[in-house]
């Protein structure tokens, strides 16, 4: 019984992560212009120590 319903989540687990992973990638896009001047500056600082 509990095999089966770690297999059923696992199957709709693999299933909605195509979608998820699409929409991540369109959160990025829409991101990137935003976060592409910062995240240099944040990168130097643990450099910096």
């Known amino acids: 019984m509990e095999q089966t319903l ?3 989540i696992e ?3 693999q ?3 195509p979608a998820l992973i699409q929409q ?3 959160e990025l896009q829409l991101e990137e212009p935003l976060s ?3 995240l240099p500056k ?3 600082s643990p ?3």
């Open 11 to 13: 199957i709709e687990r």
């Open 24 to 26: 991540l990638k369109r």
């Open 42 to 44: 944040a990168t130097e």
């Open 15 to 17: 299933q909605q992560l």
């Open 36 to 38: 592409a001047s910062p």
């Open 6 to 8: 770690r297999r059923h």
């Open 47 to 49: 450099k910096g120590k």
